[in-house]
């Protein structure tokens, strides 16, 4: 079952990439071309925009790749931690090439504006980005739902998911859907008022934009990074599990660490009963591990402290 659904959430999260990628090399070439062609300080932010996005799903892909590779001598834990080291290493290119590029380019044509130019295939190419753009979102938006809890919003989604690659591109989506609707609203406030200055501030807040997002996703996967747990309500469940068996005399301390989008690690600080044989105390971890993996499959390996095998034989 866990197997089953490992390889169902590596589907989603390719499927949720290659999506991305398909949308976003598109709309960069032809944002860049329409860039050319009017002058538009706000498309050539788009333009580096979704280049950059296009780049930053082939790093995902990446991670994914390497997360896929099964445990050895110098990685007994795996690899899954990979799939949040390479979205980190996403955020920080929408930070620096997304976000700080157009906000250099916007302060750049602040000072010798481009003169106005007819702005319908800006809005052409922009509303069909925005379509390109809605379906990447739309698919992201479906994988996060996959695992939605009853009564949360999408963004507690985002927040509670373990799943880097597609809430990276579900936050690099909405940034672009945003960035694009500034870029909209940038030419046509500058033609409606022939201010040539309106554009090149477009520009400036699509990078503003796009460094909060980036700020968002840093801090996102690098909690994933260092060691985060599965959350505070579920660990309190886990312990529920543990209380509710016979052969434990007390239940201490129970910590997780996320080792990938589907991967768990658990260490149990329990006291079992006095007089316990050994392979009761056996039957005992066997019990509790099978009832750990039905309550999340995610969890695949589950440590009990020495000190509570010694207080059995004691």
Do not use: C
């Not at 840093?218 to 529920?240: C, H, I, M, N, P």
Request: zero cysteines; charged letters at 20%.
């Amino acid at each position: 079952m866990s197997n089953d659904k490992n390889t169902k959430t590596a589907t989603d999260s390719r499927k949720v990439i290659y999506a991305a990628i398909v949308a976003n090399l598109g709309i960069a070439a032809a944002k860049f071309s329409v860039a050319a062609v009017t002058g538009s300080a706000a498309m050539l932010a788009e333009g580096i925009h979704s280049a950059v996005d296009t780049g930053n799903e082939l790093l995902l892909l990446v991670g994914e790749k390497i997360s896929g590779r099964k445990p050895d001598a110098r990685h007994p834990f795996g690899y899954g931690k990979a799939v949040y080291f390479w979205a980190l290493i996403v955020a920080l290119s929408v930070f620096t090439l997304g976000g700080g590029l157009s906000i250099y380019h916007g302060i750049h044509s602040l000072q010798e504006p481009a003169p106005l130019e007819d702005p319908f295939w800006n809005y052409v190419v922009l509303g069909v980005a925005f379509l390109f753009e809605g379906y990447s979102w739309n698919v992201s938006r479906r994988a996060l739902n996959s695992n939605r809890l009853p009564g949360a919003t999408l963004w507690q989604t985002v927040k509670a998911s373990k799943d880097a690659s597609v809430f990276t591109v579900f936050i690099e989506d909405s940034a672009a859907l945003l960035g694009i609707l500034v870029a909209a609203g940038g030419i046509w406030l500058g033609h409606l008022l022939d201010n040539p200055y309106i554009d090149p501030a477009a520009s400036i807040a699509i990078g503003l934009l796009l460094v909060g997002a980036a700020w968002t996703l840093a801090r996102e996967t690098g909690g994933l990074l260092v060691g985060e747990s599965v959350g505070v309500e579920q660990t309190g469940q886990l312990k529920d599990i543990f209380r509710a068996d016979p052969a434990l005399e007390t239940v201490g301390q129970l910590m997780t660490m996320q080792l990938g989008p589907d991967d768990v690690l658990l260490t149990a600080a329990v006291r079992f009963r006095r007089g316990m044989r050994i392979d009761e105390v056996d039957l005992a971890i066997a019990r509790l591990e099978a009832a750990v993996r039905a309550f999340d499959p995610a969890i695949r390996r589950v440590y009990f402290e020495a000190a509570a095998l010694r207080s059995a034989s004691r």
